[in-house]
């Protein structure tokens, strides 16, 4: 069973950085999407960043140029570098994979995404 475990978020100025990391075990194939998803308070979960099997990446625009996914190769760490942080960056960021069935490219579309870990808060202040 596919287990997903977020680390590394915190409290930060704007014009910071942090680096998430996704801890990821239990999958038996190595053909799966892995995503990084964020909530605010009051707001629909949203795609943030996206590491498919190919290596293939995709950003939302809100973050294209500050935000780096990337996939230790080794043990399948999945990251996600953020510099240049706002406030409304402000959010629990979710790790996802999209594993045993089909998604669309690195996808940033929450229903291509069955496996969840417990979240890490990232909190941004001006």
């Known amino acids: 069973q596919g287990q997903l475990a977020e680390s590394g978020g915190g409290s930060v100025q704007a014009g910071g950085s942090l680096r998430l990391s996704c801890s990821v075990s239990?999958?038996?194939?190595?053909?799966?999407?892995l995503a990084w998803f964020r909530q605010a308070p009051g707001k629909a979960r949203e795609g943030v960043a996206a590491?498919?099997?190919?290596?293939?990446?995709d950003y939302a625009d809100s973050v294209k140029g500050r935000f780096t996914v990337s996939k230790d190769n080794v043990d399948g760490t999945l990251y996600l570098q953020m510099n240049s942080l706002k406030p409304e960056d402000t959010a629990m960021y979710y790790c996802?994979?999209?594993?045993?069935?089909?998604?669309?490219?690195?996808?940033?579309?929450?229903?291509?995404?069955?496996?969840w870990g417990h979240g890490t808060q990232v909190t941004v202040s001006s």
């Open positions: 239990g999958f038996r194939y190595n053909s799966y999407c």
């Open positions: 590491f498919d099997s190919d290596g293939s990446t």
């Open positions: 996802a994979a999209a594993y045993g069935g089909s998604w669309r490219p690195a996808s940033l579309i929450i229903n291509d995404y069955n496996y």
